[in-house]
């Protein structure tokens, strides 16, 4: 059985993002796809899309939080033991 890969042009007329995000099965992300202009996409790969106002960011949000959190609880402690010496 043959598969044949077909270019699709998708036009939008009121387009809200500027990033263009193509999901990624294996590494289980979205990523990247270079665009020029998003109201006309030529898309050649098959997959699930994703138009995004903000670019997505790497990393965990969490993570970020949890230092943060950890860092101004440090500097209490620090404090703190500074006013009680």
Not at 61 to 69: G, P
């Given at each position: 059985m043959a598969v044949y890969?077909?270019?699709?042009?998708?036009?939008?007329?009121?387009v809200k993002g500027k990033y263009l995000y193509l999901y990624n099965?294996?590494?289980?992300?979205?990523e990247l796809?270079?665009?020029?202009?998003?109201?006309?996409?030529?898309?050649?790969?098959p997959g699930k899309y994703m138009i995004t106002a903000k670019p997505i960011r790497e990393g965990n949000?969490?993570?970020?939080?949890?230092?943060?959190?950890g860092g101004i609880?440090?500097?209490?402690?620090?404090?703190?033991?500074a006013i009680n010496i």
């Open positions: 890969a077909a270019e699709v042009t998708l036009h939008i007329d009121d099965n294996v590494k289980h992300k979205y796809v270079s665009t020029e202009d998003m109201s006309g996409l030529n898309l050649s790969t949000a969490a993570v970020r939080y949890i230092l943060i959190a609880a440090g500097i209490a402690v620090y404090v703190y033991k």
